[in-house]
């Protein structure tokens, strides 16, 4: 059973930084990509950014390209999301996934999620 813990969101005003956190527990076997997606109040369920087991490959959505930074401790089995230069648009709730996937993945292909966090951005 493998189970993500997402932590780190928070309320924060626009222009300001949150880093999130998700640990894995259980059992992940081979080369499982990690991501992280986001969810608005009456909108579909949208990936922010992912990483691939090396780290090697990334991607990120345009909405979030140049402000959002996604990283992986694979000896820990915790992948982040610094998230910088925040904007209002970005309020949502977090979760963080894993799956034997490619980085470009709709949620749909993921195997495994975690509960999800709040970040709220004010003006």
């Known amino acids: 059973q493998v189970q993500l813990v997402e932590s780190g969101g928070g309320l924060v005003q626009a222009g300001g930084s949150l880093r999130l956190s998700c640990a894995a527990s259980g059992r992940i076997f081979g080369s499982y990509t990690r991501g992280w997606f986001r969810q608005a109040l009456g909108q579909e369920r949208e990936l922010v950014a992912a990483?691939?087991?090396?780290?090697?490959?990334?991607y990120y959505a345009d909405s979030v390209k140049g402000r959002f930074t996604i990283s992986r401790d694979n000896a820990k089995n915790t992948v982040y999301l610094q998230m910088n230069s925040l904007k209002p648009e970005d309020t949502a709730v977090y979760y963080c996934a894993a799956g034997r996937v490619a980085t470009t993945s709709p949620p749909s292909q993921y195997d495994y999620w975690g509960q999800g966090t709040q970040v709220t951005v004010s003006s």
């Open positions: 990483i691939s087991w090396s780290g090697a490959r990334t």
